[in-house]
């Protein structure tokens, strides 16, 4: 999907969030996923912050993504269950009996509450996925529009949930207003929307296209818009936080009905999982989702055992079903055909392959300790990832989740290989920093530079300077000389450690290596009260180097005030004999005076 960021242009249209009425500036220009697929301004408003597509039609979500393969994808891939389920724990469920969600899709939280808290609810949803919750889940779902608050009954309700709906709404005061009418009294509204906050041309497109959504959502709006509109609605306790690219609210006529910082239980969760597959085959997209959403929350909660299980019914649900066996991951990786629109990936593999690949790459590697395995299964998530996308965008659609766990796939190859071949990692890492991905053309996203790279550049650097692969070491010196004020301060210390011993073995400059091991040495002390362990591995080692430096330069005298602190320290740890053994060895070789006579 393209993205013309560099629109010089305003626009006069009301702010729908704040009814500000200056002159908009366009902050970018995108074309509708809708047939004809106009080109679509989105513009700013200054005021609050919140932008909108001004010329934008409103589509009809009756048919809006109405296949199979869509709804496959939803429920493979893309129902975020957990991030719906999430708002549900602002609240105290003991005090919800009626329970309403607007624009509830197929279902899976009016699901959730009805299973996990036993509430009463209702949906309403005119879309086409809601046609087959309702019947899947046997959920009641009126396959209609909220126009009045008489369209949701004649009982008000105790909690609404309204998750990325209002974003659609074209007139989403007046909607608010109705939402408001069916409350009970002291009932709560929860709400989540698009965060206008993370449109930005270095945002992910995995996050930024499904945000943007061009000819479905109308308004994306800022914390501060949101606040305003919700308080122009006449709610009067307000709370609005932002969570990445998504924006929670809780409002309410009476104060202290939510609390937005309570966060899901997700042992709740994976029981609610495990139950719901119990009554769905698992060799229907439905049935393989659950189970895969299982498999993964197992696989990151650190459930390994239980994890196996998950995996084991998810493997045999894609052979049954697609005829392809995952204990085999490298057959994957010889594809050659793979599908290149949405219904024929629908015919051939589950729309949530990169993340079952990744979630298998990592019980072998933190399981089972399969390095190779690991990595196989990771260069196959990447790949997997990266078609499944890739069929997707045709649609104006893209996948936050497949495009974040492939590129953690791509880094914990390198990962790996850096534990297996440093030499090799480091072709293989600076691969991964400058070259764009095979399929989408896109290069790493920042916050994994910021983090993971450099973690494995830190690894890489360490197994080559202890195995005395100076040369290959030296071309990494100078990134983590740039990264040190990145590092942890053990890690700060170990690099400043390995630094020296590269400057006085292979770069023979022992006044740049004195300054490394000081360094090196007064970082250890600011560990001692943090990590006393990992203070002691370098303390000493790092203050004897810095004497064996000085002693080349011809510093004796320094060299000896140095050597003192180890022959008589005045902080813990105590110096190791095989240490105190070298120095004084060193000591007698250069006549140096390190001990006071009696």
Not at 285 to 314: D, M, S, W
Not at 323 to 349: I, S, V
Not at 561 to 566: H, Y
Request: with cysteine; net charge negative.
């Amino acid at each position: 999907m393209h993205i013309d960021w560099d629109i010089d242009n305003t626009v006069e249209a009301p702010c729908p969030a704040c009814a500000d009425t200056a002159p908009k500036p366009v902050r970018l220009q995108v074309r509708s996923a809708i047939p004809p697929c106009p080109e679509l301004p989105l513009v700013l408003c200054n005021h609050c912050g919140t932008s909108f597509f001004p010329t934008l039609k409103e589509p009809e979500y009756e048919t809006a993504h109405a296949t199979k393969e869509a709804l496959a994808f939803y429920l493979e891939q893309g129902a975020g269950i957990d991030v719906m389920a999430e708002p549900l724990a602002a609240i105290d469920s003991s005090k919800v009996q009626r329970y309403l969600e607007i624009g509830c899709g197929f279902g899976f939280s009016l699901d959730f509450a009805r299973s996990v808290f036993g509430w009463s609810v209702q949906g309403i949803d005119p879309g086409f996925a809601a046609n087959f919750g309702r019947e899947m889940l046997d959920l009641p779902i009126a396959s209609t529009y909220l126009r009045t608050p008489a369209d949701a009954g004649p009982e008000p309700f105790d909690l609404v949930l309204c998750s990325e709906v209002v974003e659609h709404v074209f007139e989403p005061l007046g909607f608010l207003e109705i939402l408001r009418g069916v409350l009970a009294p002291g009932g709560t509204l929860l709400l989540t929307t698009p965060n206008a906050g993370a449109i930005a041309p270095d945002t992910p497109a995995g996050i930024l296209v499904p945000l943007l959504s061009p000819g479905y959502h109308v308004t994306l709006y800022s914390r501060a818009g949101f606040e305003a509109l919700l308080r122009r609605a006449g709610f009067t306790a307000v709370q609005v936080t932002e969570h990445g690219p998504t924006l929670r609210a809780a409002v309410s006529m009476t104060e202290g009905t939510a609390d937005l910082s309570r966060r899901l239980d997700r042992n709740r969760y994976i029981d609610y999982l495990r139950e719901r597959a119990r009554a769905i085959a698992p060799d229907t997209p439905l049935g393989l989702g659950l189970r895969y959403r299982r498999l993964k929350e197992l696989t990151h909660a650190g459930r390994f055992a239980e994890a196996e299980e998950a995996a084991r019914q998810v493997i045999e649900a894609c052979r049954a079903r697609f005829g392809f066996d995952l204990d085999k991951p490298d057959e994957l990786l010889a594809w050659t055909d793979w599908p290149a629109d949405l219904a024929a990936f629908h015919a051939r593999a589950p729309f949530s392959l990169c993340g079952i690949l990744y979630c298998l790459g990592m019980l072998a590697w933190l399981h089972h300790g399969n390095r190779d395995l690991a990595r196989t299964c990771f260069q196959a998530a990447a790949m997997a990832g990266e078609h499944a996308r890739a069929v997707l965008q045709k649609i104006g659609a893209d996948d936050g989740e497949t495009d974040d766990l492939a590129w953690r796939a791509r880094v914990y190859v390198v990962q790996i290989l850096a534990s297996i071949d440093a030499v090799a990692a480091v072709d293989a890492l600076e691969a991964l920093e400058l070259k764009p991905s095979p399929i989408m053309k896109e290069r790493i996203p920042s916050h994994f530079l910021k983090n993971i790279a450099i973690h494995i550049r830190y690894n890489i650097f360490t197994n080559l300077v202890n195995s005395g692969n100076y040369p290959i070491a030296d071309k990494l010196s100078w990134k983590m000389e740039q990264e040190i004020p990145l590092l942890s301060l053990a890690q700060t210390a170990t690099v400043s450690f390995l630094l020296g011993i590269l400057s006085l073995n292979y770069r023979k400059s022992a006044k740049v290596a004195v300054s490394w091991f000081s360094k090196a040495h007064e970082t250890s002390k600011e560990l001692l009260c943090t990590d006393p362990q990992q203070a002691e591995m370098l303390m000493w080692p790092a203050l004897y180097s810095q004497a064996l430096a000085l002693v080349q330069l011809g510093c004796n005298r320094e060299a000896e005030s140095v050597l003192r602190i180890l022959f008589i320290p005045s902080t813990p740890p105590r110096v190791p004999e095989e240490l105190l053994e070298q120095a004084e060895a060193l000591a007698r070789n250069h006549r140096l005076v390190v001990k006071e006579e009696k």
